[in-house]
Protein backbone atom coordinates (compact mmCIF):
# COMPACT_ATOMS: atom_id res chain seq x y z
CA UNK A 1 0.00 0.00 0.00
CA UNK A 2 1.40 3.70 -0.91
CA UNK A 3 2.54 5.45 1.94
CA UNK A 4 1.01 9.71 1.96
CA UNK A 5 3.87 11.65 2.03
CA UNK A 6 2.86 15.71 2.59
CA UNK A 7 5.83 17.83 1.24
CA UNK A 8 5.96 21.16 3.47
CA UNK A 9 7.20 23.95 1.73
CA UNK A 10 7.02 27.98 2.17
CA UNK A 11 7.21 28.78 5.95
CA UNK A 12 7.07 32.16 7.59
CA UNK A 13 10.93 34.02 6.37
CA UNK A 14 12.44 35.97 4.02
CA UNK A 15 13.11 32.59 2.65
CA UNK A 16 9.80 31.01 1.65
CA UNK A 17 10.34 31.62 -2.33
CA UNK A 18 13.46 29.44 -2.56
CA UNK A 19 11.37 27.10 -0.34
CA UNK A 20 8.70 26.77 -2.44
CA UNK A 21 11.48 26.04 -5.46
CA UNK A 22 12.52 23.12 -3.27
CA UNK A 23 9.72 21.63 -2.26
CA UNK A 24 8.78 21.66 -6.12
CA UNK A 25 11.98 19.47 -6.77
CA UNK A 26 11.08 17.16 -4.04
CA UNK A 27 7.64 16.55 -5.30
CA UNK A 28 8.62 16.19 -8.86
CA UNK A 29 11.55 13.28 -7.99
CA UNK A 30 9.77 11.46 -5.04
CA UNK A 31 9.00 8.15 -6.41
CA UNK A 32 4.95 8.48 -7.41
CA UNK A 33 5.15 4.45 -7.92
CA UNK A 34 5.70 4.08 -3.86
CA UNK A 35 4.01 7.06 -2.45
CA UNK A 36 1.11 9.66 -2.53
CA UNK A 37 2.80 12.80 -2.76
CA UNK A 38 0.84 15.71 -1.08
CA UNK A 39 2.02 19.74 -2.05
CA UNK A 40 1.95 21.58 1.32
CA UNK A 41 1.80 25.46 1.55
CA UNK A 42 2.69 26.40 5.17
CA UNK A 43 2.13 30.22 5.21
CA UNK A 44 1.70 33.07 7.61
CA UNK A 45 -1.81 33.47 6.67
CA UNK A 46 -2.83 29.43 5.73
CA UNK A 47 -2.08 25.96 5.81
CA UNK A 48 -3.30 24.25 2.47
CA UNK A 49 -3.12 21.16 0.57
CA UNK A 50 -2.41 22.45 -3.27
CA UNK A 51 -4.17 19.64 -5.29
CA UNK A 52 -2.38 18.95 -8.88
CA UNK A 53 -5.45 21.41 -10.53
CA UNK A 54 -4.08 24.22 -8.16
CA UNK A 55 -6.89 24.01 -6.20
CA UNK A 56 -6.42 25.28 -2.07
CA UNK A 57 -7.73 22.69 0.27
CA UNK A 58 -7.33 23.70 4.15
CA UNK A 59 -5.22 21.64 6.25
CA UNK A 60 -6.29 20.72 9.81
CA UNK A 61 -4.28 22.31 12.58
CA UNK A 62 -4.98 19.86 15.24
CA UNK A 63 -4.19 16.90 13.42
CA UNK A 64 -2.06 17.90 10.52
CA UNK A 65 -5.00 15.92 8.18
CA UNK A 66 -6.67 17.33 4.93
CA UNK A 67 -10.22 16.34 3.58
CA UNK A 68 -9.99 15.35 0.23
CA UNK A 69 -13.85 14.37 -1.38
CA UNK A 70 -15.16 13.57 1.12
CA UNK A 71 -11.94 11.44 2.26
CA UNK A 72 -9.34 12.60 5.40
CA UNK A 73 -6.12 11.84 4.48
CA UNK A 74 -3.53 11.67 7.50
CA UNK A 75 0.43 11.50 6.66
CA UNK A 76 2.40 8.79 7.27
CA UNK A 77 5.37 11.25 6.68
CA UNK A 78 6.40 14.69 6.37
CA UNK A 79 9.16 15.62 3.73
CA UNK A 80 10.30 19.10 5.50
CA UNK A 81 11.64 21.35 2.71
CA UNK A 82 10.79 24.45 4.59
CA UNK A 83 13.66 27.35 5.17
CA UNK A 84 13.70 29.32 7.89
CA UNK A 85 11.33 29.65 10.36
CA UNK A 86 9.00 27.18 10.95
CA UNK A 87 10.72 24.67 9.73
CA UNK A 88 14.11 25.15 10.51
CA UNK A 89 14.26 26.66 13.99
CA UNK A 90 12.33 23.72 16.00
CA UNK A 91 8.66 24.38 15.56
CA UNK A 92 7.29 22.32 12.95
CA UNK A 93 9.61 19.69 14.40
CA UNK A 94 8.15 19.63 18.06
CA UNK A 95 4.70 19.79 16.57
CA UNK A 96 5.07 17.05 13.67
CA UNK A 97 7.13 14.92 16.99
CA UNK A 98 3.66 15.93 19.28
CA UNK A 99 1.59 14.29 16.57
CA UNK A 100 3.61 11.18 16.17
CA UNK A 101 4.27 12.09 12.44
CA UNK A 102 7.96 10.85 11.39
CA UNK A 103 9.42 13.67 9.41
CA UNK A 104 12.84 13.66 6.95
CA UNK A 105 14.62 16.76 9.82
CA UNK A 106 16.71 16.61 12.33
CA UNK A 107 14.71 16.62 15.65
CA UNK A 108 13.27 19.98 17.38
CA UNK A 109 16.29 20.68 19.65
CA UNK A 110 18.65 20.15 17.02
CA UNK A 111 17.14 22.64 14.50
CA UNK A 112 16.06 24.97 17.16
CA UNK A 113 20.18 24.81 18.16
CA UNK A 114 21.52 25.08 15.10
CA UNK A 115 19.23 27.82 13.32
CA UNK A 116 20.78 30.12 16.16
CA UNK A 117 24.22 30.60 15.28
CA UNK A 118 25.50 32.12 18.65
CA UNK A 119 23.93 29.10 20.53
CA UNK A 120 25.43 26.49 17.70
CA UNK A 121 29.38 28.04 17.55
CA UNK A 122 29.15 28.26 21.82
CA UNK A 123 27.82 24.35 22.34
CA UNK A 124 30.70 23.42 19.30
CA UNK A 125 33.80 25.55 20.43
CA UNK A 126 34.21 23.03 23.93
CA UNK A 127 34.71 20.29 21.27
CA UNK A 128 37.44 21.65 19.64
CA UNK A 129 35.64 23.01 16.50
CA UNK A 130 37.05 26.18 15.70
CA UNK A 131 35.21 29.56 14.84
CA UNK A 132 35.95 33.33 14.01
CA UNK A 133 36.15 35.55 16.80
CA UNK A 134 32.92 36.88 17.52
CA UNK A 135 30.77 40.12 18.93
CA UNK A 136 26.80 39.31 19.89
CA UNK A 137 24.28 42.53 20.07
CA UNK A 138 20.40 42.28 20.93
CA UNK A 139 18.32 44.73 19.82
CA UNK A 140 17.56 47.73 22.15
CA UNK A 141 21.04 47.15 23.57
CA UNK A 142 23.74 49.87 23.40
CA UNK A 143 26.02 49.45 20.66
CA UNK A 144 29.68 50.56 21.19
CA UNK A 145 31.40 50.25 17.42
CA UNK A 146 34.85 51.36 18.58
CA UNK A 147 34.45 48.04 21.22
CA UNK A 148 33.29 45.75 18.55
CA UNK A 149 36.21 46.61 15.85
CA UNK A 150 38.99 45.92 18.78
CA UNK A 151 37.64 42.43 19.25
CA UNK A 152 36.95 41.38 15.68
CA UNK A 153 38.91 43.92 13.66
CA UNK A 154 38.20 44.96 10.18
CA UNK A 155 36.99 43.92 7.71
CA UNK A 156 34.04 42.20 9.90
CA UNK A 157 30.59 40.14 8.58
CA UNK A 158 27.23 41.32 10.36
CA UNK A 159 24.83 38.47 10.57
CA UNK A 160 21.57 38.19 12.06
CA UNK A 161 21.61 35.43 14.12
CA UNK A 162 18.43 33.24 13.36
CA UNK A 163 18.08 33.80 9.54
CA UNK A 164 19.26 31.59 6.59
CA UNK A 165 20.50 32.02 2.94
CA UNK A 166 22.24 34.71 3.64
CA UNK A 167 19.74 37.57 4.66
CA UNK A 168 20.66 40.34 6.48
CA UNK A 169 24.46 39.86 6.24
CA UNK A 170 26.79 42.30 5.30
CA UNK A 171 30.66 42.75 4.96
CA UNK A 172 31.59 45.82 6.49
CA UNK A 173 34.89 47.56 5.70
CA UNK A 174 35.27 50.54 7.77
CA UNK A 175 33.59 51.98 10.88
CA UNK A 176 31.10 53.84 9.12
CA UNK A 177 29.77 50.67 7.59
CA UNK A 178 28.73 48.84 10.61
CA UNK A 179 26.16 50.88 11.77
CA UNK A 180 24.00 50.53 8.51
CA UNK A 181 24.71 46.91 8.50
CA UNK A 182 23.57 46.03 12.14
CA UNK A 183 20.38 47.69 10.71
CA UNK A 184 19.89 45.79 7.41
CA UNK A 185 21.09 42.47 10.72
CA UNK A 186 17.95 43.75 12.90
CA UNK A 187 15.62 43.84 9.89
CA UNK A 188 15.61 40.32 10.06
CA UNK A 189 16.22 39.01 13.59
CA UNK A 190 16.58 40.86 16.80
CA UNK A 191 19.60 39.18 17.84
CA UNK A 192 22.95 39.32 15.67
CA UNK A 193 26.27 38.13 15.91
CA UNK A 194 29.39 39.70 14.23
CA UNK A 195 32.18 37.67 13.19
CA UNK A 196 35.99 38.56 12.53
CA UNK A 197 37.21 38.11 8.83
CA UNK A 198 38.40 34.69 8.07
CA UNK A 199 40.74 35.08 4.84
CA UNK A 200 40.81 31.45 2.97
CA UNK A 201 39.13 28.68 0.73
CA UNK A 202 35.48 28.70 1.50
CA UNK A 203 33.82 24.84 1.62
CA UNK A 204 30.57 23.93 1.86
CA UNK A 205 29.94 20.11 3.26
CA UNK A 206 27.11 18.23 3.16
CA UNK A 207 26.49 15.56 5.08
CA UNK A 208 23.36 12.81 5.70
CA UNK A 209 22.55 9.83 7.00
CA UNK A 210 22.54 7.48 4.22
CA UNK A 211 21.36 4.04 4.10
CA UNK A 212 22.17 4.00 8.20
CA UNK A 213 25.56 5.22 8.09
CA UNK A 214 26.34 8.79 8.77
CA UNK A 215 27.98 10.05 4.92
CA UNK A 216 30.00 12.98 4.38
CA UNK A 217 29.43 13.87 0.53
CA UNK A 218 31.78 15.27 -2.03
CA UNK A 219 32.95 18.68 -0.66
CA UNK A 220 32.32 22.06 -2.98
CA UNK A 221 34.34 25.09 -3.27
CA UNK A 222 32.71 28.43 -3.32
CA UNK A 223 34.21 31.00 -5.08
CA UNK A 224 32.14 34.09 -4.93
CA UNK A 225 31.71 36.77 -7.93
CA UNK A 226 30.86 39.54 -5.27
CA UNK A 227 32.32 40.31 -2.03
CA UNK A 228 31.03 37.26 -0.46
CA UNK A 229 28.66 34.03 -1.10
CA UNK A 230 25.55 36.83 -0.36
CA UNK A 231 21.79 35.77 -2.06
CA UNK A 232 22.47 36.83 -5.42
CA UNK A 233 26.09 34.47 -5.30
CA UNK A 234 23.98 31.55 -4.02
CA UNK A 235 20.46 31.54 -5.95
CA UNK A 236 21.08 34.59 -8.98
CA UNK A 237 24.57 32.32 -10.22
CA UNK A 238 26.87 34.99 -8.79
CA UNK A 239 29.61 32.57 -7.65
CA UNK A 240 31.18 28.95 -9.03
CA UNK A 241 30.26 26.07 -7.15
CA UNK A 242 33.02 23.86 -7.87
CA UNK A 243 32.34 19.59 -7.12
CA UNK A 244 34.70 18.39 -5.74
CA UNK A 245 36.58 21.36 -4.28
CA UNK A 246 40.01 22.40 -5.30
CA UNK A 247 41.66 21.78 -2.06
CA UNK A 248 44.61 19.23 -0.58
CA UNK A 249 44.52 16.42 -0.02
CA UNK A 250 44.85 16.70 3.60
CA UNK A 251 42.51 19.69 3.73
CA UNK A 252 39.86 17.06 2.42
CA UNK A 253 40.67 15.05 4.88
CA UNK A 254 40.20 17.68 7.89
CA UNK A 255 37.11 19.25 6.99
CA UNK A 256 35.48 15.46 5.81
CA UNK A 257 36.41 14.54 9.79
CA UNK A 258 35.37 17.94 11.31
CA UNK A 259 31.68 18.14 9.62
CA UNK A 260 30.67 14.39 10.45
CA UNK A 261 32.28 15.22 14.04
CA UNK A 262 30.22 18.21 13.93
CA UNK A 263 26.89 15.99 12.85
CA UNK A 264 27.82 13.67 15.33
CA UNK A 265 28.61 16.11 18.22
CA UNK A 266 25.00 17.45 17.39
CA UNK A 267 23.54 14.12 17.33
CA UNK A 268 22.09 15.57 13.86
CA UNK A 269 19.40 13.54 11.76
CA UNK A 270 18.60 13.60 7.80
CA UNK A 271 20.50 16.26 5.97
CA UNK A 272 23.13 18.91 6.96
CA UNK A 273 24.93 21.49 5.20
CA UNK A 274 27.77 23.20 7.18
CA UNK A 275 30.14 25.79 5.87
CA UNK A 276 33.74 26.25 6.47
CA UNK A 277 36.94 28.83 5.72
CA UNK A 278 40.15 27.52 5.64
CA UNK A 279 42.89 29.45 7.32
CA UNK A 280 46.51 28.22 7.50
CA UNK A 281 45.33 24.86 6.52
CA UNK A 282 42.32 24.41 9.04
CA UNK A 283 38.46 24.82 8.62
CA UNK A 284 36.46 27.44 10.18
CA UNK A 285 32.96 26.34 11.04
CA UNK A 286 31.01 29.87 9.97
CA UNK A 287 27.33 27.62 10.62
CA UNK A 288 25.47 24.53 10.09
CA UNK A 289 21.96 24.01 7.91
CA UNK A 290 19.87 21.46 8.37
CA UNK A 291 17.29 22.06 5.84
CA UNK A 292 19.37 23.03 2.94
CA UNK A 293 18.11 23.96 -0.50
CA UNK A 294 16.92 21.21 -2.74
CA UNK A 295 16.16 23.36 -5.90
CA UNK A 296 18.59 23.11 -9.16
CA UNK A 297 20.79 25.60 -8.37
CA UNK A 298 21.53 24.23 -4.90
CA UNK A 299 25.37 22.86 -3.55
CA UNK A 300 23.60 19.70 -1.81
CA UNK A 301 22.27 17.87 -4.62
CA UNK A 302 25.28 18.62 -6.51
CA UNK A 303 27.69 17.06 -4.00
CA UNK A 304 24.74 14.08 -3.82
CA UNK A 305 24.89 13.68 -7.43
CA UNK A 306 28.57 13.63 -7.19
CA UNK A 307 28.75 10.80 -4.88
CA UNK A 308 26.39 8.47 -7.27
CA UNK A 309 23.24 9.52 -5.33
CA UNK A 310 20.33 10.24 -7.62
CA UNK A 311 17.70 13.07 -6.19
CA UNK A 312 15.38 10.11 -6.37
CA UNK A 313 17.29 8.21 -4.50
CA UNK A 314 18.55 11.27 -2.19
CA UNK A 315 15.11 11.85 -1.02
CA UNK A 316 13.54 8.39 -0.74
CA UNK A 317 16.40 7.56 1.67
CA UNK A 318 15.17 10.52 3.86
CA UNK A 319 11.79 9.20 4.09
CA UNK A 320 12.74 5.18 4.82
CA UNK A 321 15.35 7.13 7.63
CA UNK A 322 12.49 8.49 9.03
CA UNK A 323 10.59 5.91 9.60
CA UNK A 324 13.67 4.28 11.47
CA UNK A 325 13.28 6.93 14.02
Sequence with gaps: MKKNIGVVMGGYSSEYQISLKSGDVVCKHLDKEKYNIYK???????WIYITENNE????????FSITVSGEKVTFDCIFNAIHGTPGEDGYLQGYLELLEIPHTSCPMYQAGLTFNKRDCLAALKPFGIKCATSYYINKGQEINESEIIEKVGLPCFVKANKAGSSFGI??????????????????????????????????SVG??????????????????????????????????????????????????????????ILKMKGFSRSEYIFVGGEPYLLEVNTIPGMTAESILPQQAAKAGISLNDLFDNAIEEAFKK
Excluded: C, W
Aim: hydrophobic share 35%; aromatic share 8%.
Design 207 to 264: VITYKGEVTVLPITEIVSENDFFDYEAKYQGKSQEITPARISDDMTQKVTEVAKKVYE
Design 56 to 63: EIPVNKGD
Design 170 to 203: SKVNTKEQLLPAIEVSFKEDDEIIIESFLDGTEV
Design 40 to 46: IHLLKDK
